[in-house]
């Protein structure tokens, strides 16, 4: 590709689209590369009731449509297709992808976080046959089900909450005494008789024949290990960081988020790094369009500084 | 060619076709078919007649899904011959997807 983008957004959830948005509205000649399609982890979630503006709950993939669109209308160039490597220290950077390589004065990392798996005997040969990662897309296979929701974080929780709509009956194995999540659903999930806790137990395997039949637990505490019969089991035990970001040279913490000053700022200049996969302490909609916002506006300025205003580069 | 299949076609499209069909178990609630439906367009385009694609609606065809023991989607699952060959689960980028396709052609 012959262009030099102003601004090249990797990843297109609400962060990336945020930053094309304010990009593309500062007059830069932005691009976003996604690997899948738009929307990112939002496109999963099926009710948001803690985005502002919208009093009634809206769909996680309406609220990630209207973003795509609401970038398009200032002109964001939206690619398809997995980043295979990021050269950055140039002044010129480069994104190379399966569809070939771009090219940018400024990169922005959108790239947000993968669920983690929990690494058991029997969850890899039983996936889409009763293990999941998405209630939204599978809950209604389990209908009059007994399922188990695995974790005790914002998601575990409002998924579980979700999935009783379907199922039976929902198991919450959790490895602690205690939730993680929002005081709000914590409450819901509590007062929910078809949800049933399971505290300080772990899953040791997911066990079935040729679809899943029941989990082996163990409790953490005593180390006594028990047989739970269910269908379906749903995987919330948290995420990493997404995107090819090692070898990239960007400063990474010990777990691999992008270390940023709060201009978005990575180690490298011209490199930002916006929304999950940036060292943080909250991951929500909102905090990840906050980041959006603001490494598009710093790129706007980095890139007046150190490309001057009217040069035609292209 | 992409085209939508139901229980009452699926017999001639899918099982009695003569090459290969690519079926897309599918719903219009789950985002990351949403995902998948761009890739399967340029799956088509660059395979072209080798590959016949069909798409499944889960929510309309609740008989289908139970038959090939759907529980999650989107799922892929590549027929011929009438039988399964391959089956993939969730979103698979395009180059990904060609390379489970292509020895089957």
Redesign the interface.
Known sequence: MDTVYDVLIVGGGPAGLTAGLYAGRAMLQAAIVE???P?GQV??T?EIENYPGFSEPIS??LL?ANMVDQANRFGVDMY?S?VESLNLQGKIKEVVT?QGKFRAKTVIIATGVNPKMLGVPGEKEF????V???A???G???RDRDVAVVGGGDTAVKEALFLTRFARRVWLIHRRDSLRAEQIQQKRLLENTKITPLWNKVVAEIRGD??VTGLRLQDVQSGEESHLAVQ?VFVFVGRQPGGPLAGSGIALDEEGYIITDEDMCTNIPGVYAVGDVRRKRWRQIVTAVNDGCIAALSAAEYIEENFGKDEDDD | MIKNVTQADFEQEVLQAEGPVLVDFWAAWCGPCRMVAPVLEEVDQELGDSLKIAKVNVDEEGELAQKYGIMSIPTLMLFKGGRVVETTVGFQPKKELIARIQPHL
Do not use: K, M, N, W
């Open positions: 690997a899948r399609g929307g496109v999963l099926h996680g993939a990630a398809y997995p399966e996936i889409g046959r009763g999941s990662y998405c939204t897309c599978d209604a296979f389990f040729t679809r379906g």
